[in-house]
């Protein structure tokens, strides 16, 4: 059983979908820490809700960014974490910390990276005239929103689909290959090899990964 530690700023969908499929009895992975650096965060309500113990590190009590991380490392080591995933976490992290949890971050990215890095993606797919866009789960590294891709699925942009529109129709993704990630993850079927992940034992990777029947 992997511990894993699920950071949040805002409401907590991504975190839903999480406890859920951890609530599973054959799942790999349980969520045993649920930290936000917003005391506001609905997500904690979610948390607490499922019984799972909260803890707010509030980034404005730190002098520094580094001084934040290393409290967040700290937490993350005396709790035993070995998973840490990123589900609306609106704080960017130093290459310090990423670097200490390398691999063992994952985070998810409402567009099909390496396209629409960043915020307002679906504002900015739309204006792009893209066809498709999505979400991705993957691994953190230094970089803003990039990093070994575990998992993406796609959805089309119609014409009529506004910025919210297309919000909700990846949200809805996102609350399925999230969880799939994490799961591949924690049955240690993932290899990093440079900054591509492969899959072992994983049948029809792609067909299971990119677009997964709902
Ligand atoms: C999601 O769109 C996620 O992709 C992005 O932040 C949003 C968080 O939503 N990183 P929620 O808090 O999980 O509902």
Redesign the pocket.
Known sequence: MVDVAVL?S??????QSLINSCGDHNSPARITLVISNNPHAE?LNRAKAADIPTKVINHRNFKSRDLFEERLHEVLKDNGIKLVCL??FMRILGANFINLWRNRIL????SLLPSFKGLHTHERAIESGALFTG?TVHFVNPELDDGPIIAQAVIAINADDTPDSL?AK??KK?HIIYPQALKLVAEGRIRVVGNKVTMKNVIYANECMINPIT
């Open positions: 949040i805002g409401t907590g969908t991504n975190l997500g589900a609306g985070n998810i990215h409402p979400c919000a990846v949200l996102e």
